[in-house]
């Protein structure tokens, strides 16, 4: 029998949907589980966007450039100037989602046995990405203490080798919901100026950011224009993340330029997807407004639900819809994988992604989770009540989550 190549086997499982046959089970005997697990949004995809796809009267179904169609670049391009990125339509390459963005990125920019650092936690992805390209992922850590702000620059200059290639960042964060400040960004630019790397820049959640917090994006960061690489998706921005469209985004023309081969090799992107995302560009401001001011609530309900809980803490975060919680357990693998298959409160219980899966340092995240805060108030609220009650229960519980911290 044929064996598997190295790389097959060195791919990380997912995660955050490894626990789905638990959940499925759970279900199946008739448990109502929260998904809290997984980044897919509740909110509706803003209507524009089935109005264009109604209104549709195609013949054929046909191929787009390799690089996307032009009017949707165009208008993208558009779009990315609200933001102070100024760049034009052939600056960008449109892809299968953002992952295909972070994967041609990286086949482009870097040789196997390259070196790429990058805060963690990170998004679990990442890994899958690194290791299809035969790259390595250098992790510096973050703090939960902080809140997750980007470690100090002396813990990047000491990962810096001969192999470093590149800082890749995720601003807002997921899985942290972190949103680096512009004297952090700032730091992150003189490195990458000093070392001449590449800062790929994942800013997917640029739309969701709290409290008065304004997004600053990689691409507008004086003196490295050909350094940063931006990744970007429509996916959660639009709550489309089916659509599977995403971008790369540089003014480095060299890299535009062979990035496109990649793209040209898969022949081209999606066309109804990108038929989506060019009429979701027309949606109003107020879909934002609306969504955000959900996402805040839905952020105070279930973090400030969570702090309230003996034992667990949890910080606030700035952006994104994802938060790191740190549990007063023994293993976070085991109580989410024993929440699915031997708990439930008023027959329901929740699923969650152990923050394990989003270290690369091990053992780290042994006693974190990962939440997304992605289900209507009502449902939050009753998964905060489920987890409450699954803490005072579970056989793995440990000593209080904050009494430990203050022990360090």
């Known amino acids: 029998m044929p064996g598997i190549s190295h790389k097959g086997l060195a791919m990380p499982a997912s995660p955050i949907r490894k626990l789905v046959p638990y959940a499925e089970a759970a279900k199946k005997k008739g448990t109502v589980v929260y998904h809290l697990n997984i980044g897919q949004p509740d909110i509706e995809t803003p209507q524009v ?7 549709l009267n ?21 779009y990315y100037r609200k933001y102070q990125i100024n ?23 870097f040789n196997e046995g390259d070196e790429i650092i990058v805060p963690e936690p990170f998004y679990a992805n990442y890994n899958g990405f690194a290791t299809t390209a035969g790259v390595k992922l250098v992790p510096v850590t973050s703090s939960i203490e902080s809140g ?11 990962r810096i080798t001969s192999k470093t290639k590149g800082i890749l960042i995720c601003n807002p964060g997921n899985p942290t919901g972190y949103l680096y400040t512009y004297t952090e960004l700032e730091a992150l630019r003189d490195i990458v100026k000093k070392h001449d ?17 304004q997004p600053k994006s990689a691409m507008t960061l004086e003196g490295i224009e050909n350094n940063v690489i931006l990744v970007d998706s ?9 659509a599977r469209v995403g971008a790369l985004v540089s003014k480095n023309k060299e890299v535009i330029a062979n990035a496109l081969k990649f793209a040209q090799a898969r022949l081209s992107p999606p066309t109804f997807g990108q038929i989506a995302g060019e009429a979701a560009l027309a949606t109003p401001d107020t879909y934002f407004k609306q969504v955000i001011n959900e996402y805040v609530e839905r952020r105070n309900v279930l973090v400030d ?94 000593v209080k989550a904050k009494e430990a911290a203050q022990s360090n």
């Not at 195609?58 to 558009?78: C, M, N, P, Q």
């Not at 790397?197 to 917090?213: I, M, N, P, Q």
């Not at 429509?234 to 089916?242: A, D, F, Q, V």
């Open 49 to 55: 966007v089935f109005d264009k796809l109604h209104s």
């Open 58 to 78: 195609l013949k054929v179904i046909e191929y787009s450039h390799s690089a996307g169609f032009e009017s949707y670049r165009k208008g993208l391009a558009d």
């Open 87 to 109: 760049v034009t339509h052939n600056d960008i390459i449109i892809t299968n989602g953002g992952s295909e963005a972070i994967l041609i990125g990286f086949m482009t920019c």
């Open 148 to 158: 997750f702000a980007l470690p100090p620059v002396e813990e990047f200059e000491k």
């Open 197 to 213: 790397l590449y800062l790929f820049a994942d800013e997917v959640y640029r739309e969701f950011c709290y409290d008065g917090h």
């Open 234 to 242: 429509i996916s959660k921005r639009y709550s489309m993340c089916g």
């Open 305 to 398: 639900g969570l702090n309230k809980i003996e034992g667990v803490f949890c910080p606030k975060p700035s952006g994104a819809f994802y938060c790191i919680a740190r549990l007063p357990i023994d293993d976070a693998d085991k109580f989410a994988q024993w929440l699915l298959e031997s708990f439930s409160y008023e027959n329901q219980t929740v699923m969650l992604a152990p923050a394990s899966g989003f270290y690369s340092t091990p053992g780290l995240g042994k006693n974190e989770v990962r939440l997304a805060y992605v289900l209507n108030i009502d449902a939050l609220k009753k998964a905060v009540k489920c987890l409450d009650e699954a803490l005072k229960v579970y056989p793995g519980r440990t």
